[in-house]
């Protein structure tokens, strides 16, 4: 018996001793990690030091005033400037002819209606539906409905009495009847020349976007090759830097440009306009007018306040309103509103090139009653030229 109790007492303390060492191993497995170490601290940076604390300043070498050189009194010190160049004044080439020089550029539209007739024409048989689509031809040229029937019937007539239609004979019948449809016998001068013995007034007109200010420019360019002196009038107050253009413009040529503030009253620049050019003497005075649109009734009334200043000191000898060729038949109600105001004496095309369409050339003289004077071939300087209804019409139809 006494064998089986010591047996039970040595267990017990087997297992209580394993136990405990079950225990220590485990809490020395689950011990807390070790507090973080401090971070490092970077010491800012020194402030700078004022009064006792301030530190001791270096030695540096010195001079003393009567080892510094000052300049000689005798030899005074002078700043060059940069000097300023006066832009290059430009010589225009001569107006005369200018049309045909640039013939090349205004036949590209001859595709539309030159061409379309000839070989519309030249066909063996001109029924009734030939004649349709030659209708159809002039009226896409924008020639316009009253001019298209009338050119259309005197073409049936003259090639039944023609009876032959050969090529020449053709492009020389449709030669003379577009010239007699353009109107040679319409007076295409401008007119710079005042009765009053002052300098010719000119003024130019338009909606916005038609080139008014880049043909004034290039007009002058046209007068200052035939002779004039010419005075630039900037009455454009409400387009940012139509002014500065302008002024560009007369630059290059040697025109005064008189202008005001920007937004300040047109009507008060075209009257210094017509002051300072019959105080210069100048032979014709150009005055540059703000874009507008026709069926803006307050801007329609100011333009006429413009014209009625400017005649205080002389009649207009002309008023030129700048259609933009593109338009077509849209340029002919603008045509109409500006003519009821400002009186139109001649017409300026503008973009009559290869992306034109040549019968708007018939149909404003015909809605206005007034000569087509000149036209704009391109962006060129010297792209602007007298029209000339006999290059005009040979451009069209072609060599």
Not at 178 to 190: E, F, H, K, W, Y
Not at 287 to 300: E, F, N, P, V
């Amino acid at each position: 018996m006494d064998i089986v109790i010591l047996a039970v007492v040595i267990a017990v303390v087997v297992v209580g001793a394993l136990g405990g060492l079950i225990v220590g191993s485990r809490r020395k497995k689950q011990l807390p990690p070790p507090p973080p170490t401090a971070p490092d601290i970077t010491a800012p940076p020194a402030e700078p030091h004022v009064g006792d604390e301030a530190e001791t300043p270096r030695e540096e070498p010195r001079r003393t005033v009567e080892e510094v050189d000052f300049p000689d009194g005798s030899t005074p010190v002078v700043v060059e400037e940069a000097p300023t160049e006066a832009p290059a004044i430009e010589i225009p080439e001569p107006t005369a002819g200018r049309l045909v020089r640039l013939r090349a550029r205004l036949s590209r539209s001859q595709n539309v209606l030159g061409k379309g007739l000839l070989t519309l024409l030249s066909r063996e048989h001109l029924d009734e539906d030939t004649w349709e689509e030659i209708e159809d031809t002039l009226l896409i040229s924008d020639i316009g409905v009253q001019p298209t029937q009338e050119l259309v019937e005197r073409l049936r007539e003259r090639v039944r009495v023609l009876g032959t239609r050969t090529p020449t004979e053709l492009r020389g019948l449709l030669r003379e009847e577009l010239i007699a449809l353009v109107d040679p016998s319409m007076d295409r001068t401008v007119r710079t020349e005042n009765e009053t013995g002052g300098p010719g007034i000119v003024m130019v007109v338009g909606v916005n976007g038609t080139g008014k200010t880049t043909t004034t420019g290039k007009l002058a360019r046209v007068l200052v090759a035939d002779g004039n002196t010419v005075v630039l009038g900037a009455a454009d107050t409400f387009r940012a830097a139509a002014a500065d253009q302008l002024e560009t413009w007369g630059e290059r040529v040697g025109a005064h440009t008189v202008r005001g503030p920007e937004g300040g009253d047109p009507a008060s620049v075209a009257f210094d306009a017509v002051k300072e050019g019959k105080e210069m003497a100048a032979n014709v005075v150009l005055i540059d007018t703000a874009g507008r649109l026709h069926t803006k009734t307050g801007l329609m009334d100011e333009l006429g306040k413009v014209k009625r200043v400017v005649e205080k000191h002389a009649p207009l000898d002309e008023v030129l309103l700048v259609l933009d060729a593109t338009t077509g038949q849209n340029g002919l109600v603008q045509a109409r509103v500006f003519a009821e105001v400002v009186n139109i004496t001649g017409i300026v095309l503008t973009k009559l090139d290869g992306t034109a369409k040549g019968g708007i050339v018939v149909a404003v003289q015909r809605e206005l009653g007034v000569p087509v004077k000149l036209i704009g071939l391109g962006e060129g300087a010297d792209d602007l030229a007298p029209f000339e209804p006999d290059a005009f019409v040979d451009a069209l139809i072609g060599e």
